[in-house]
């Protein structure tokens, strides 16, 4: 015996539910796409600048981490040592699209001025452009200085 629906077929809202469910979420992942961007290199305690840097979409990280007077050197995620620093900038540079990127410098506080003087004149040297990275003077409204809430 087939069994026959008596109600009338009145589709609607129903088929266009799974679109407007599909259409949030590719709006939510856009608009959230920038917290789960991590910036490159170390995590350091860089000191304050009252300037503002515009972003760079191609750009190399080279972070000088506290330690003493030698420091940590890093490019990029890789820890180095800094008499490697200009073989592996030299190797970047043979790169022709790398070679147009600028480095940016992240130096702790910690790190002293004669190593962050060091590093930059090897950057300097090898023919790179170089910016210093420094945090906001000002913190981003409802953010207090530590960085919590307030």
């Known amino acids: 015996m087939k069994l026959e629906t008596t109600l009338e077929e009145r589709p609607g809202f129903l088929h266009a539910v ?7 979420l590719v709006t939510m992942l856009l ?13 350091v305690d860089v000191p304050v600048s009252e300037f503002q840097m515009e ?13 003493g ?22 190797e970047l540079r043979a790169d022709e699209a790398r070679a147009r990127t600028i480095i940016l410098l992240k130096s702790d506080v910690g ?12 950057i300097l040297r090898s023919g790179f452009k170089m910016a210093l ?18």
């Open 18 to 24: 799974p679109l407007f469910d599909l259409f949030s």
């Open 133 to 150: 990275v420094g945090k906001s003077a000002t913190p981003p409204s409802g953010v207090s200085e530590r960085g919590g809430e307030p």
């Open 31 to 43: 608009l959230m796409s920038p917290m789960f961007l991590g910036s490159s290199g170390v995590m």
């Open 69 to 90: 007077e030698q420091g940590k050197l890093y490019l990029g995620r890789t820890a180095i040592k800094l008499e490697d620093l200009p073989d592996l900038l030299e």
């Open 55 to 67: 972003r760079f979409d191609e750009s190399i990280v080279v972070t000088l981490g506290p330690g």
């Open 111 to 122: 790190t002293s001025v004669g190593m962050e003087r060091k590093v930059s004149e090897i």
